[in-house]
């Protein structure tokens, strides 16, 4: 996204993950359900749908300029999408974490836990690495260091549900093209359905189908996110664009040439018209 890849690039990508998901799904039987390599087999995953999406857009036709609007006020709010696009990684990674050492049947109260919960809340133990297990099926953590988890998976959906909400409010209200308003409405509903599923697995204590809706959820809702900051980026461009055509004062002067361009036709006339005397020669008879 920063070095707006074309579609030679995406495929490469695309590839080269696809080789390395290989491999970690290999990883994932042999070394019994390591959750380090369970969450790396998921973020592989989930980018893979990204990327895909992102080669989709790459690859669609483009509009004709008019047909364009300028967005001028989108270029400011690409540093609040990348903090979305952060932020929504880093809640991505502790679902699978929390996921990956099946804590998600921890809490069965809101907002965070049952009472006490503070006084057991570790970070330290929240992210120890259990290593040297023979298998890690059902989990190896105790108690408090599963609870720490998934606290603070709730805390990131809080602070996740926050940035994206302002992100779609603003998009929506400074973007002047449907294309950008039906990015930033599909976030807005895929955020609303995440954080519904997220609530039903509280309440109904983690019923697999909708584990599994919450998990496609967050893959699609990652995907969009990306389509819609590559078109804010999109957007921000053709507005510096039009801004130098506008103000056409801002461009690099170069001086004028008068054999191209506009001016080709006159100095050619000017060549013609006003030739240059010869060297007058003397008349043989003079002499």
């Known amino acids: ?20 998901q290989a491999a970690l799904g290999m990883w994932t039987v042999t070394m019994n359900l390591m959750p380090v390599v369970v ?3 998921l973020f592989g995953g989930f980018g893979l ?15 004709p300029v008019p047909m364009q609007p300028v967005e001028p006020r989108l270029a400011r709010l690409l540093p609040l999408a990348w903090l979305a696009f952060a932020v929504l990684l880093a809640q991505i990674a502790l679902g699978g ?15 965070f836990c049952e009472s006490g919960w ?6 330290r133990a929240a992210f120890s690495l259990p290593l040297g297990h023979e298998t890690y099926e059902f989990g190896v953590l105790p108690y408090e260091a599963r609870m720490s988890i998934h606290v603070l998976h709730r805390i990131g959906a809080l602070v996740a549900t926050g940035v994206l909400a302002s992100l779609v409010l603003l998009c929506w209200r400074h973007a002047a093209g449907a294309r950008l308003r039906r990015l930033a409405a599909a976030v807005g509903v895929l955020l609303a359905l995440q954080v519904t599923l997220g609530l039903i697995n509280v309440i109904g204590q983690v019923p697999l189908f909708n584990a599994v809706a919450h998990n496609l959820t967050a893959a699609c ?6 389509l819609l900051i590559r078109q804010m980026q999109a957007s ?44 007058s020669r003397a008349s043989p008879l003079s002499r």
Do not use: I, K
């Open 1 to 20: 996204l920063p070095l707006r890849p074309g579609p030679r690039g995406l495929a490469t990508a695309l590839l080269a993950l696809v080789v390395l």
């Open 39 to 41: 969450v790396a087999h």
């Open 49 to 63: 749908l990204a990327l895909l999406a992102l080669l989709r857009f790459e690859l669609r036709p483009d509009p």
């Open 97 to 111: 974490w929390t996921s990956a050492n099946y804590a998600a049947a921890v809490c069965y109260q809101l907002p």
């Open 118 to 123: 503070s006084a057991q809340f570790s970070l």
């Open 221 to 226: 809702l990652l995907a969009t996110l990306v």
């Open 236 to 279: 921000a461009v053709q507005s510096r664009r039009s801004a130098q055509r506008t103000h056409p004062a801002a461009r690099p002067r170069f001086p004028a040439d008068p054999g191209m361009g506009a001016d080709r036709g006159s100095g050619l006339a000017r060549e013609w018209t006003d030739p240059e005397p010869l060297p």
